[in-house]
């Protein structure tokens, strides 16, 4: 089943101001990750944030996890066209499975 | 250097062929994916081999028969192919069968006709 949500399905800002694209989920989580996928080509891993961290950084992205509300939440600041992607989040569930589930991810255009 | 290669990157074909699609990654890791992105772009596992040892083996028809003949590589066969296959299909691989970071490649469009 499918365990990730984001939201929104679709976000368009211009360039230069702020990306918030929210994951929601279901069951218990070891990890949850976020991925890019620009158009017609594969998935490339952003960011990983465990189940006992609440907020990582990486360049301009900001991840937050809150496990009591089951939410994760990707910021991307002073956004770039080239930010212009579909954006996954994708979970680890606990319990040993080695099987990562993702989202129907949020369709971020940046306006140059 | 490419990470994680598919060939082809592109397949149109008629119902009921045979096709396969190749993968293979130079990372040196243990644990390879194939995942289906469907038209509305939900991206669903299909099978995981760890050593070329299949552990992740979800619903999916018995028509598709993935192939690891070494741990570089993962094949995926399918049989008799249908209309609802169409969609892009990504390899991926991991060091470990952890879910922890996933490299895919660049997908395959499936078309079928």
């Known amino acids: 089943s499918q365990q990730g949500e984001e939201d929104p399905q679709a976000l368009s800002i211009q360039e230069g101001e702020n990306a918030t694209m929210n994951c929601s989920y279901k069951?218990?989580?070891?990890?949850l990750q976020w991925y890019r996928q620009n158009s017609g080509r594969g998935l490339v891993h952003l960011i990983l944030?465990?189940?006992?961290?609440r907020e990582k950084h990486s360049g301009r992205l900001r991840v937050t996890l809150d496990t009591s509300k089951k939410s994760s939440s990707l910021l991307i600041t002073a956004s770039r066209a080239a930010d212009t992607a579909s954006y996954f989040c994708?979970?680890?569930?606990?319990?040993?499975?080695?099987?990562?589930?993702f989202g129907k991810g949020t369709k971020l255009t940046v306006n140059p | 250097d490419t990470a994680v290669s598919q060939t082809p990157k592109y397949l149109v074909t008629q119902m009921g062929n045979d096709k396969s699609i190749k993968c293979e990654q130079n990372?040196?890791?243990?644990?390879m994916y194939w995942y289906k992105q469907d038209s509305k772009k939900f991206l669903k596992i299909m099978f995981s081999?760890?050593?070329?040892?299949?552990?992740i083996n979800e619903t999916v028809p018995n028509r598709f028969s993935p192939k690891s003949p070494d741990k570089a590589h993962l094949n995926l066969h399918i049989n008799s192919l249908e209309l609802g296959d169409s969609a892009v299909y990504f390899c991926?691989?991991?060091?470990?069968?952890?879910?922890?970071?996933?490299?895919f490649g660049p997908g395959t469009r499936l078309t079928v006709l």
């Open positions: 990372l040196g890791h243990d644990t």
């Open positions: 994708a979970t680890g569930p606990q319990g040993g499975s080695e099987k990562l589930v």
């Open positions: 991926a691989s991991s060091l470990k069968a952890d879910t922890m970071t996933q490299f």
């Open positions: 944030i465990r189940s006992n961290e």
């Open positions: 069951t218990s989580i070891n990890n």
């Open positions: 081999y760890n050593n070329k040892e299949l552990i």
